[in-house]
């Protein structure tokens, strides 16, 4: 018998797990919430902005997750358990399509590029700034182009992207600086109107 | 370190940064124009970043709430209903009669309540026993070769008083016999219970007579101080059956003389 309300806003993500094995819908829930949107936009990023593929692979997931939750080990991260389990989704999908897709051409009208305070002036500047971006990245091999979007989009740390990519800290941080120094440097002349 | 370099490529300028600062991000940009190109890069990504998640589509939530539902079925005690269906009342958990606490605590007391007699029981069933060393006094009504009765445990008491007072009297017949002294090759030969044993199965046939009318004897007297009578002349007689018996001893035996001289003549069996 509970005396108290569960608070399902301060437990770990590893504890959400645990009680949503046991049956727990709230916990479930929480969970969903905090992770849907982040693998939405992953899946967005690695299916070549297909948003049904990346809607189904959302949903596959998930439902890995409520059938079998003894495949996560409470002891280790679960942040960096899914995003490994969506990075061998992805993998999985490359072997099987064998091709790869030549995505955006123009702004792409789902995906919202608009900041906070609505600037007209910010928002040109932002949403040619991501086309110029997403033409830069893709110039970058796979697997510097990974290590970065993680980093910048998905905001795992270096140790967290190590564990999800299976490789050592090290090599993280030479290829984000590998990165990061030739995107910089492909966008060099790139002029914004205005910088915050 | 990493995040540590691109926080104060983010938010210094190039002219602010202290030596320390300078050295760290010196690997990234050395100079001026690569520290500003760099931090507007950084800033633009960041930008896009923030522009925020995409959202999945709703009926991917209710297809998942339907397989959750299908995988942990029934009512569940954690769960609430969300704030829209609040005008229904919540569903009250139904919980088994036999996992409600008092129903335990109440079992659990019931069978200590049943099983209390049963204790007194056991115990007043460890205080029948008595101690082992007492001999056991033979019923005169019982039968030779007849069980030992339960009820020879309060003639062993009546017995025990019997002798103490005769003690006190100073005209005891004490045999003192310890259990070890009465072994023998005979092994039916005990200190209690003797008389009501067979002797002819562990005794030659010749001395089996003999030992059956010792047996007999053993049997008479035995109001006054029936429990030495009877130690002597088990004791003695098993002397006199086996005389080569080197196993045997006598430790201690006291004859008091002043009782009954006749009949302790009687119990002297000689050896051929």
């Known amino acids: ?76 991260s679960f942040k960096t358990w899914v995003y490994s389990v969506a990075a061998n989704m992805c993998k999985n999908e490359y072997k099987k399509q064998e091709i790869r897709k030549n995505t955006s051409n123009g702004l792409d009208s789902s995906y919202p590029v608009s900041d906070s305070s609505k600037n007209t002036l910010n928002e040109a500047h932002n949403a040619l700034f991501k086309e110029a971006f997403e033409d830069q990245i893709l110039v970058l091999d796979a697997k510097h182009r990974e290590v970065f979007e993680m980093r910048h989009f998905d905001g795992l740390s270096m140790k967290e992207i190590a564990d999800v990519l299976q490789i050592s800290e090290g090599t993280v941080k030479s290829r984000l600086f590998y990165a990061t120094r030739y995107l910089a440097e492909g966008l060099k002349d790139f002029r914004p109107a205005h910088t915050a | ?8 490529i983010k938010k210094c300028t190039y002219g602010t940064l202290s030596a320390e600062e300078r050295e760290l991000v ?5 100079t001026e124009e690569e520290f500003m190109r760099m931090k507007r890069f950084l800033l633009d990504v960041e930008a896009i970043a923030a522009a925020g998640y995409l959202e999945p589509n709703r009926a991917i939530k209710s297809s998942l709430d339907t397989i959750f539902a299908t995988r942990h079925g029934g009512i569940r005690a954690n769960w609430t209903p969300p704030a829209e269906t609040a005008v229904r009342p919540v569903e009250v958990p139904v919980i088994p009669m036999h996992q409600r606490t008092w129903v335990r605590v109440a079992a659990v007391a019931l069978l200590l309540l049943g099983t209390a007699p049963l204790w007194n029981l056991a115990d007043h069933e460890l205080s029948k026993q008595g101690t082992p060393e007492v001999a056991k006094l033979e019923n005169p009504e019982a039968k030779a070769g007849s069980a030992v009765k339960p009820e020879q445990s309060d003639s062993v008491s009546e017995v025990k008083d019997q002798r103490d007072a005769a003690a006190i009297a100073g005209n005891e017949m004490i045999a003192d016999v310890p259990a070890r002294a009465l072994r023998t090759t005979s092994p039916d030969f005990g200190y209690s219970g003797a008389y009501d044993k067979p002797l002819a199965d562990s005794l030659d046939d010749g001395e089996a007579a003999m030992a059956e009318e010792t047996h007999e004897l053993g049997r008479m007297s035995v109001s006054d101080a029936p429990l030495a009578l009877k130690d002597f002349s088990a004791a003695g007689i098993e002397a006199d059956l086996h005389p080569d018996d080197e196993t045997v001893t006598l430790e201690t035996i006291a004859i008091s003389m002043a009782d009954q001289p006749g009949e302790l003549l009687d119990f002297i069996v000689p050896a051929f």
Do not use: N
């Not at chain 1, 916990?27 to 299916?47: C, E, I, N, Q, V």
């Open chain 2, 1 to 8: 370190m990493e995040a540590v370099i691109e926080q104060i």
């Open chain 2, 26 to 30: 010196r690997e990234w940009c050395g």
């Open chain 1, 1 to 76: 018998m509970r005396l108290f309300k569960k608070e399902y806003g301060s437990l770990s993500d590893e504890q959400l797990v645990i009680a949503m094995a046991g049956g727990d819908q709230r916990a479930f829930d929480h969970l969903y919430g905090r992770y849907a949107k982040p693998l939405m936009s992953y899946f967005m990023r690695m299916m070549w902005k297909d948003r049904e593929k990346a809607e189904d692979f959302v949903h596959d997931l998930f439902t890995k997750l409520i059938h079998r939750p003894g495949l996560f080990d409470p002891s280790r």
